[in-house]
């Protein structure tokens, strides 16, 4: 490997292609002329704003990036495409200053560049939206996009162009509210606001819109396009591989860190990207009727709760029953209670009444955590790093946080290292997660690879009710079909599985039944073969048969409209 030092000039031949399906979309040298590929853009004569010639990041476990060539124009948005952990973020954090290569060279507008940290890749015009989030919670949002701009902005004068760009693009926030009472929607509209305030003229996007509603992100792909026109170059990550052909000019793909090919998103199926990237056909999921008459598993009877945010929502007079043998899911705009409804089940936010909320027969609702998971609850928050993984604790730590009683990893007091580590093994195969062992640090993995951890340590422990928020939140088109059959097959083996997903279709694939949560209320459930992606997107504004915001709309004298 190369060890030369950040941005060494690399001493290896050129490009390699790997894939045989991309032979004939094979990648030129980083020395010889632009691919016609790039053409696709706007600015076809334009030099490459950014050039990368052999980028290569050796960790001590793993090779992230071996030796990557990259051009963008001005104007290009090209997308990056690639399974976990096949090197995308650490590319992008390359550019942006956050790591340094271990070998390889940066070209900036034709100067060799090598970017110290994020600051130096602002002054030259990059700007980057993370995956994870970057925000401060004990501050308001104003504060926090103060804290990433240079100067010292006047905060009432920032208040007001923080406002502007949330309207003009679509993405609205409240500058003065706190970014800790936020929901993963609301904190990544924060991190695009503040990045485009300062005007990058790359802008780099790591899945922007994996919380964002189908609304929000067309508004975003119009922003994006308008920035583009604008001469703006833009690096875009997504999973997403529909949204990648809406919106990009271009596409780079990684396998194992490697450059395996380039492509034209518009002249590819989603179902040929997903080949470039895996090497293999997508598998499909098997999807049986869920078993009839199953018990009640999970019960909330009523359940209403004050959010302990001032800018939560409050949970109002929720209804719902989970079965034995059935997947439920509930669809919903970020922010509009899902955070609050999974943290009451999950026991994370006690209930001062039992009855609420039944587990398992139990009425639970003032239970903590342990006592909920001993009655065989199982569950995955939407945050993966700090809620449903500790960042600094190694995968079998990480394990023996919510398996310790269920699998006998702490017994007599005593904690059984070997048993933990095995179980965490057995999570790393069943999952197929990429990681450097069981010691590996959580923070370590890259984004999809924590999902299926985290989501295979809950599922591995058979539980009997088993709650998910954003199954498949980061991860790839592979390892997403992988997690729903693994929800399916739980189901099938008799679990009761709850779901609480912005993904409609992801809903749709999975779920036997599909109710909509807004503004802290529940709608009633139906059957997801009698209800349609559109109900569902008209139920997600709050308007279902008989909901308050329909009585509310709806004149006395009027039959209630036919949702
Ligand atoms: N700080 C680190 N220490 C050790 N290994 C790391 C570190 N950061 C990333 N890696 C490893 O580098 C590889 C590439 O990770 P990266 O996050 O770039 O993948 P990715 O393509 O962005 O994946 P995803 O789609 O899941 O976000 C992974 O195997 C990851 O575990």
């Known amino acids: 490997m190369h060890n030369a030092g950040p941005y060494a000039q690399p001493d290896h031949p050129d490009a390699v292609v790997d894939a ?42 793993v090779v992230a990036n071996d030796r990557v060539d990259l051009a963008v124009r001005p104007g290009e948005i090209r997308a990056i495409l690639g399974e976990n952990g096949a090197g995308k973020s650490t590319l992008m954090k390359i550019i942006y200053g956050v790591t340094h290569a271990s070998a390889g060279q940066m070209l900036w507008e034709g100067r060799e560049v090598q970017v110290a940290n994020p600051a130096h890749a602002r002054r030259l015009g990059i700007g980057m939206v993370f995956q994870h989030f970057s925000l401060f919670e004990t ?29 003009r693009y679509g993405l609205p926030i409240d500058p003065r509210r706190h970014v800790h009472a936020l929901s993963v929607g609301e904190r990544q509209r924060v991190e695009i606001i503040r990045c485009l305030l300062q005007n990058p003229r790359l802008l780099i996007m790591d899945e922007p819109t994996s919380v964002l509603t189908p609304q929000a992100v067309k508004k975003l ?10 001469g703006c170059s833009i690096l875009y990550i997504s999973h997403k591989l529909d949204e990648i052909q809406a919106l990009c000019h271009t596409a780079t793909v990684l396998r194992g860190g490697k450059l395996s090919g380039e492509c034209i998103p518009a002249e590819e199926t989603p179902q040929s990207m997903a080949r470039l990237m895996i090497g293999k056909e997508l598998p499909h999921c ?6 009839a008459g199953g018990e009640v598993r999970l019960s909330l009877a009523g359940l209403s709760h004050a959010s302990l945010t001032p800018f939560g929502t409050d949970l109002k007079d929720i209804h719902l029953d989970v079965r034995a043998g059935e997947i439920v899911g509930i669809a919903g705009v970020s922010g509009n209670g899902q955070q609050e409804l999974l943290r009451v089940i999950s026991g994370e936010e006690t209930l001062a009444e039992k009855f609420p909320v039944h587990i398992c027969g139990v009425e639970a609702g003032s239970l903590r955590p342990g006592a909920r998971r001993r009655l065989g609850l199982t569950f995955v928050p939407e945050e993966r790093l700090g809620r449903g993984a500790v960042p600094d604790l190694s995968l079998t730590d990480n394990a023996l946080l919510t398996a310790a009683r269920g699998q006998q990893l702490v017994t007599g007091g005593f904690v059984r290292f070997g048993r933990a580590r095995a179980f965490a093994e057995r999570c790393i195969a069943a999952f197929n997660v990429k990681c450097g062992g069981p010691g590996a640090a959580a923070k370590s993995l890259s984004g999809g690879n924590l999902q299926k951890f985290i989501v295979g340590r ?9 709650v998910c928020a954003q199954p498949t939140w980061g991860v790839d088109v592979g390892a997403a079909a992988f997690i729903r059959q693994s929800i399916i097959d739980l189901r099938d083996r008799g679990c009761a599985v709850l779901v609480i997903s912005e993904e409609l279709d992801e809903l749709f694939e999975i779920c036997d039944r599909i109710a909509v949560i807004a503004k802290g209320r529940l709608s009633p459930s139906r ?9 569902i997107g008209v139920w997600m504004s709050g308007l279902w048969p008989g909901s308050a915001l329909m009585q509310a709309a709806t004149p006395a004298y009027a039959e209630p409209l036919d949702v």
Do not use: C, W
């Open 221 to 230: 792909f119009e922003t994006l396009r308008q920035l583009a026109a604008e």
């Open 527 to 535: 059957p997801a073969g009698e209800t349609s992606v559109e109900d």
């Open 20 to 61: 045989p399906t991309m032979s004939q979309r094979s990648v030129p040298s980083a020395a010889s002329a632009p691919p016609a590929l790039h053409h696709a853009g706007p600015d076809p004569g334009a030099p490459p704003r950014l050039q990368l010639k052999g980028i290569s990041k050796v960790y001590p476990t």
């Open 139 to 167: 501050l308001s949002v104003v504060e926090n996009v103060a804290l990433a701009l240079p100067g010292r902005p006047a905060l009432g004068e920032l208040a007001q162009r923080i406002s502007e760009v949330s309207e």
């Open 458 to 466: 809950e599922i591995l422990q058979a539980p009997r009710l088993f």
């Open 286 to 291: 098997e999807h049986s009727a869920a078993q």
